[in-house]
């Protein structure tokens, strides 16, 4: 699980989304009180996607935030990539699922030219990659100068008096609640996630490792009691 290392992990993290993508939107929502879809609204608005622009969604899964983009700016064109092939084939079949141009990907090694893209998003990406300066260059390289880079994931619950009860609905509350939803499949799954939750980096964290990686002007906001981040950077012209 979040004690995975190197290709071990990969594999693991690629057959466990693909066990889960048929109740994975639907575990977003009851996880997080219908709240995600506010925050992928948020990446869209910071990415700052031009008419006509061209975005890439990396881990795209089912296609929630390629969806967005394509219902705030309809001229765009927007690509969703994710090595879990089970997530897109679920995502085709939703309303903007025709739209999307789909392709297997890995985020270590994108299969894209350098400077093909206004922005590049993700959401839940980098907690799972095994190389964070890896995909943050990769996603670099693939940006047009001046395109804006923007990462949703979760953050380690702060030390404050919430993170008890936060903590208690991490280890117990998630993997119960994927039991119920998801069947004996998404045990692990929901097990994994709070684990690698809380081995994760925190905002400033993340937002220095963008900086190293060369981005500039990196910002985060934080949501959910400060157990989600939304960080957004641009490529220099």
């Not at 290392?5 to 109740?23: C, H, L, W």
């Not at 100068?145 to 619950?157: A, E, F, K, N, Q």
């Not at 993340?206 to 500039?216: I, K, N, P």
Request: hydrophobic share 40%; no cysteine.
């Amino acid at each position: 699980m979040a004690h995975l290392t190197g290709k071990e992990r990969s594999e693991y993290v690629q057959n466990m989304f693909d066990k889960i993508a048929r109740r994975y939107n639907l575990m977003n929502r009851l996880m997080t009180f219908g709240q995600d879809m506010k925050w992928r609204r948020f990446v869209i608005k910071q990415a700052q996607l031009p008419p006509h622009g061209s975005l890439l969604d990396l881990a795209t899964g089912t296609g929630d935030i390629a969806f967005e983009a394509l219902r705030t700016t309809p001229t765009a064109t927007v690509i969703g990539a994710d090595f879990s092939l089970g997530m897109m084939r679920v995502g085709q079949h939703l309303s903007y699922g025709g739209e999307v141009g789909w392709t297997g990907a890995d985020a270590l090694n994108l299969p894209y030219s350098d400077n093909s893209f206004d922005a590049v998003v993700s959401g839940y990406l980098v907690r799972n990659v095994i190389d964070i300066p890896r995909t943050l260059s990769e996603q670099k390289r693939v940006l047009k100068p001046g395109g804006r880079i923007v990462i949703l994931d979760t953050s380690p619950p702060p030390d404050n008096i919430l993170k008890p009860f936060i903590l208690m609905h991490l280890k117990y509350g998630i993997p119960i609640l994927g039991r119920l939803v998801g069947g004996k499949d998404a045990v692990d799954a929901y097990t994994y996630l709070p684990e690698s939750t809380q081995a994760f980096k925190t905002p400033a964290e993340l937002a220095e490792l963008m900086r190293q990686a060369g981005y500039q002007n990196v910002a985060y906001r934080t949501f959910m009691f400060n157990t989600m981040a939304v960080h957004w950077g641009e490529k220099p012209t």
